[in-house]
């Protein structure tokens, strides 16, 4: 089959490799019809992330045809399903309390050392994201293999296009996640920092949650005007100073819950990095500030701060006085997709979320090397972009 | 003897007399050399003692062990893998055992690699079943035992926490997780 590899920094290729198959009762071979790239892939791209290997296949959001079954899987072939990018197994203690990002069983024994050395436990197995997380072959390809097929993926009703709900798989429920983990209060402002997909489905998922005001800081125009679109106000953070303009904006009291939707591409992942960047003593009012440190000296006393941006090691100057001073909660986490899934399948149908507005390109598998040289170059103009494997190479279409 | 005067478990002292105490009691211990590694596992305790005390069973999750064969209820035959398609072998004496409880035992005289410990289960409420083995081995030492390090491919202590890793996944799912793609990778992991 073709499948989207990765070689190095900003090295991918698609090439040609042999077919996955079913090695687990409870797997499933699924043929991709649609497949984007995420902010995170860009994290793969620009080499931040350690243990890949050249030749991993990436991808973690798709979506397809069931082609093939084990004999514990509860799929049928021809089923459309949408695949979380969580592997869970569904019957360690963390998946039965539907903390299915916890999930103890997901990740191949040897690679959970990894995550042990890092973090103090080992991490959940994710599709396309480095041997850290398992080394599982992704789904930017035209086959995939998932395993516990019967536990993640959901299975999509007809008269639903794949654009409706592919972000099924990843970028709707962590918006929606980051907006739940806000503890949103009816009347509420809600702050949220970068509006990329997830940042912009946390938007959407802070007004249905009750949100009076949403306020969205970025500085792409275009994004910004997709929050715009949403009902949000705005802030652009190369214009306007973010946190006097917060102040002003909430009366001198600060949002009631802030959202990180950027995480560690914003401005580097490594510390020293972010300490360069710091302006001496106040780490206010300038645009290089990591984006989370930020959010925390916004937020009103006693509010609440959602992370759902990836950070993958150790900060420096984390503003923790600010953090117990003022009394702040912090929740965070990869996404439970599994848990998200049926309600927002629901929501969806209902037309009371809409996704197919933040897709700007459509295009072959087969030019996926330019789909993320383009993503990652002109953040922009191009907010999702979604590769067909039915496409014949060339066949690009952006949206409108 | 030294007598802890905390909870923390012997295997994890710094302590080399609290640790030497502990492992007197494995009984005929093979050695000098400590592991304690403990599981939590979502499935009925007496499940998963019946599924270990089955050691034909235990290459299902063990990833460096070939085969195991039973040669009678007490006694049973071990052939670990080593690098270049060889094996090193030994035989296995159980030498404590309570139903549901705890499983002992101790490899005999003539081991290429000594080793003994023992497996032990206990109730843990609505999480399922705590697992601990305990593993009393000879440290490899001098060139025969860096030869030695080399066939078992891992350190013992890595290898028991990602073997009761497998366990934990075999019971609570009904397979060992795999990343592999193709049939050709599963094999060339397994090997
Ligand atoms: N928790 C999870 O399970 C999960 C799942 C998916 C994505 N993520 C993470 O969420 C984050 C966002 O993902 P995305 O796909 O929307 O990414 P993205 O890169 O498309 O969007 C990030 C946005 O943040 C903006 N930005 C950069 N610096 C900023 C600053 N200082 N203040 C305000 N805005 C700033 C950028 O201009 C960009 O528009 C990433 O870190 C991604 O890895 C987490
Ligand atoms: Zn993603
Ligand atoms: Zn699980």
């Known amino acids: 089959m073709r499948a989207l590899t990765w070689h190095g920094k900003h090295d991918v290729r698609v090439d040609t490799v042999d077919d996955p198959e079913i090695l687990k009762p409870r797997d499933a071979i699924i043929k991709i019809t649609s497949t984007a790239i995420c902010g995170s892939d860009l994290h793969l791209y620009d080499g931040f992330i350690p243990t890949m290997k050249a030749g991993d296949i990436l991808g973690h959001e798709f979506m397809g045809e069931v082609v093939e079954t084990g004999p514990k899987s509860t799929l049928q072939k021809g089923q459309r ?53 398992g080394g599982y072959a992704g789904g930017q390809a035209e086959y995939v293999r998932v395993p516990f097929s019967d536990v993640g993926p959901i299975v999509v009703p007809d008269g639903l296009s794949d654009d409706e709900v592919l972000f099924l798989s990843d ?31 946390a938007v959407q998922s802070a007004f249905l949650m009750g949100a009076a005001r949403v306020i969205a800081i970025d500085h792409f125009p275009r994004r910004l005007e997709l929050a715009r679109k949403f009902g949000a106000e705005t802030i652009n953070f190369e214009e306007s100073k973010t946190y006097e303009a917060l102040m002003e904006m909430t009366g001198g009291i600060g949002p009631d819950a802030v959202i990180d939707a950027v995480g560690l591409e914003a401005h580097g992942f490594f510390v020293d990095n972010v300490v360069d960047q710091i302006k001496a003593s106040l780490m206010l009012g300038t ?25 993958g090691g150790i900060v420096d100057k984390f503003p923790l006085g600010a953090f117990m ?51 990652h170059d002109n953040q922009n103009e191009v907010t999702k972009v979604v590769l067909k494997p039915g496409f014949d190479a060339g066949t690009a279409i952006a949206a409108e | 003897m030294a007598t802890a005067k905390e909870d923390a478990p012997p295997t994890t002292s710094k302590v080399r007399e609290v640790r030497d105490a502990k492992t007197r009691t494995v009984q005929d211990a093979q050695g000098s050399s400590l592991i304690g590694r403990t599981v939590t596992i979502n499935r009925p305790r007496a499940e998963l003692y019946a599924y270990w005390r089955d050691f034909a069973r235990l290459p299902t999750f063990m990833d460096n062990v070939q085969q195991v064969d039973v040669l009678s209820p007490k006694l049973s035959h071990w052939v670990v893998k080593a690098p270049g398609g060889r094996t090193v072998e030994w035989d296995a004496r159980i030498t404590e055992e309570k139903d549901g ?29 705590i697992v601990t083995a305990t593993i009393v081995y000879d440290p490899p030492a001098g060139l025969v035992g860096k030869v030695i390090a080399k066939m078992l491919q891992r350190e013992p202590a890595i290898q028991a926490r990602r073997d ?28």
């Open chain 2, 101 to 129: 409880e705890l499983i002992a035992w101790a490899s005999t005289e003539d081991a290429d690699v000594p080793n003994s410990g023992r497996i032990e289960f206990r109730d843990a409420g609505d999480r399922g079943t």
């Open chain 1, 287 to 311: 645009d290089r500030i990591h984006s989370i440190r930020q959010a925390i000296v916004a937020c009103r006393k006693g509010g609440r701060v959602s992370m759902p941006a990836v950070y």
């Open chain 1, 81 to 133: 399903v949408v695949v979380p990018f969580t592997i869970a197994c569904g019957s360690c203690y963390h998946c039965g309390k539907h903390q299915y990002s916890a999930c103890d069983n997901g990740n191949p024994a040897d690679n959970q050392d990894i995550g042990m050395e890092l973090y103090g436990q080992p991490m959940s197995g994710l599709f396309g994201y480095s041997h850290l997380t």
């Open chain 2, 164 to 191: 009761l890793r497998r366990f934990k996944q075999l019971m609570e799912t009904g397979e060992v997780a795999t990343s592999s793609r193709t049939r050709a990778q599963l094999e060339e992991e397994k090997a």
């Open chain 1, 325 to 375: 001073e003022k009394g702040l909660t912090l929740k965070t986490g990869q996404t439970s997709v599994q848990h998200y899934m049926p309600g927002l399948l629901n929501a969806i149908v209902e037309g009371k979320i809409d996704t197919t507005f933040l897709i700007s390109h459509r295009m072959s598998l087969e030019d996926a090397p330019k789909g993320y040289k383009m993503f």
């Open chain 1, 171 to 201: 970028i709707l429920p962590t918006g929606w996640q980051a907006a739940e983990n806000a503890d949103i209060e009816p009347g509420d402002t809600v702050a949220v920092w970068g509006c990329g997909p997830v940042g912009l489905f």
